[in-house]
């Protein structure tokens, strides 16, 4: 099952919320100056470690295709930087399809564990899972002062990056993500639009995560992180009835229109996904719309991701033809066992 | 590395002159080489000049980098030291932006505790820590907690409460043998 296929709390808002611990082994450089026999022990070693079991499926990522190495990236279990990277690696998957350990990313080891709605003590649980299982066995590097000890010195301490992916049409619309932006920088969190910065192919999501990972623990990170998502979401709440009740016939209007596109639409982009899915799931929520719901949106909008759908359909060769795929997995996904068309 | 006029604060200011095959180098906090430059025993013009060979260049491009320290004024003139593991000197840090292994942070520690600082607001880790490391760690999370409430209670001119927490922190230090001090 993949977070995605699943529901969770306040999904109205938070589509999901993910923890990753950034570990190493002492004994081994960093990054390129890794050569390939120690990249391969290392990979060794993790797999050893974790993988004892039936509950931990190891894949030698730098064997998959492009398309599946992008694919994964696109549906948020590895990083773009792991997608695209070179030379050996390693993704070790739990079988609940919630944890996925990246080796050799930016640092040796990365824990990433991504959970449904806003979950961010169940992420952080299962990655702390993983993440004694890997002390157990092997000697990793951390220092009393400086915490654990990463490539990077922005990850320094805790090693930790929590965040949720919010859906944000009130705020984004009221105009007032920039200011939300320089707020939350002041208290050591950050937020990024979905599809990069500056994006506007964003569906109206962001993901707000801890910037600062030496000082603060890993409870105090998750209880700040929290008690701001909740005052967001209440927040994002009162602004879509806001923007609801200034003219509830217009956002009607193109709630409807965007669903009727879904359902009828031969030939549709990724650009006019995004808008689409945020269109409809603003309207789910509120109530306007009643025959679709938020999980079965974000099941489309990852099922519909470029590589995913060149990965999941044979025929899908050029722009074209995946517009056409798109199409088709959009109608196909609707009348899914929660649709009623 | 120390101020060598100082011997207080951390060195951040590395400078070289070399006048007519004359050497001289100098490696100063933030406030000493302010006055150095000052009562003008810095020449820090010359940097402008093309005076001073293409490292400084090289390196001074690098100071919108994470390791935007230390701040060179002049090359640097002692021999570069060496991560004992991966080999990395404190150039290739800069130039990368990032640590060359995990050893790394100890060997240039007095180096990149100002970097750390900027970006993290501190240089003391709290949380989590592998099971070798676990008890200690508690240990001082107990401590650093038990001094944050001292102070607060002494805000509060609650000095009783000080008191208790005062003692409990000496037991737990006596009991340590002041180690953790």
């Known amino acids: ?341 | 590395m120390l101020c060598e006029r100082c011997k207080k604060n951390n060195a951040t200011v590395f400078y070289r002159e070399s006048i007519n095959g004359k050497e001289r180098s100098l490696s100063l906090c933030e406030e000493c080489a302010d006055k150095a430059r000052k009562n003008g025993e810095l020449e820090t013009d010359l940097l402008n000049d093309g005076f001073f060979s293409e490292p400084l260049g090289g390196v001074d491009k690098l100071f919108g980098s994470l390791f935007g320290f230390p701040q060179l004024v002049g090359h640097k003139s002692a021999p570069e030291k060496k991560c004992s593991l991966c080999g990395a000197t404190f150039r290739d840090l800069m130039s990368e932006g990032k640590a060359g292994c995990p050893e790394c942070y100890r060997t240039f520690s007095d180096e990149l505790s100002s970097t750390i600082s900027r970006i993290h607001g501190t240089t003391s880790h709290t949380g989590g820590a592998p099971s070798r490391f676990k008890a200690d760690r508690d240990l001082k999370d107990k401590i650093k907690s038990l001094e944050k409430g001292i102070k607060a209670a002494v805000d509060e001119e609650n000095y009783e409460e000080a008191a208790r927490l005062r003692d409990e922190l000496r037991a737990i230090r006596a009991e340590k043998g002041d180690e953790t001090k």
């Open chain 1, 1 to 341: 099952m993949k977070w995605y296929e699943n529901t969770g709390r306040d999904h109205d808002v938070i589509v999901s919320s993910r923890v990753r611990l950034a570990r190493n082994l002492v004994d081994y450089p960093f990054g390129n100056r890794l050569d390939d026999t120690s990249k391969k022990e290392i990979i060794a070693k993790v797999k050893d470690a974790l993988c004892d079991g039936k509950k931990y499926t190891f894949r030698d990522f730098a064997s998959l295709s492009e398309t599946e190495r992008i694919a994964a990236a696109e549906e948020h279990t590895v990083s773009p930087e792991f997608a695209r990277g070179t030379g050996p690696r390693a993704l070790i998957e739990s079988a609940d399809g919630s944890s996925f350990v990246m080796v050799l990313e930016e640092d040796h080891v990365r824990i990433q564990t991504i959970t449904p709605g806003f979950s961010l003590d169940e992420a952080f649980d299962k990655a702390r899972e993983i993440d004694q299982k890997l002390d157990s066995k092997l000697n990793i590097a951390y220092d009393e002062k400086l915490g654990y000890l990463t490539h990077c010195p922005t990850n320094l301490g805790t090693g930790m990056r929590a965040s949720v992916m919010m859906f944000l049409p009130g705020t984004a619309r009221s105009g007032s993500v920039r200011n939300l932006s320089n707020q939350l920088g002041k208290i050591g969190l950050t937020i990024r639009g979905m599809a990069g910065e500056g994006s506007s192919a964003d569906g109206c999501l962001f993901q707000i995560s801890n910037q600062v990972t030496l000082g603060v623990s890993e409870e105090e990170t998750i209880a700040k992180l929290t008690k701001i998502t909740e005052r967001l979401i209440e927040q994002e709440r009162a602004l879509r009835k806001k923007m609801f009740e200034q003219d509830p016939d217009a956002l009607t209007d193109r709630v409807m229109r965007a669903y009727g596109t879904m359902l009828y639409a031969a030939l549709i982009d990724t650009e006019e996904l995004f808008r689409l899915y945020s269109d409809v799931r603003l309207g789910v929520s509120l109530g306007v719309i009643d025959c679709v719901t938020a999980e079965q949106l974000d099941r489309i909008l990852i099922g519909c991701m470029p590589a995913v759908l060149m990965r999941d359909n044979e025929n899908v060769r050029d722009a074209r033809s995946r517009d056409k795929a798109r199409a088709e997995t959009v109608r196909r996904l609707l009348s899914g066992p929660e649709g009623k068309n």
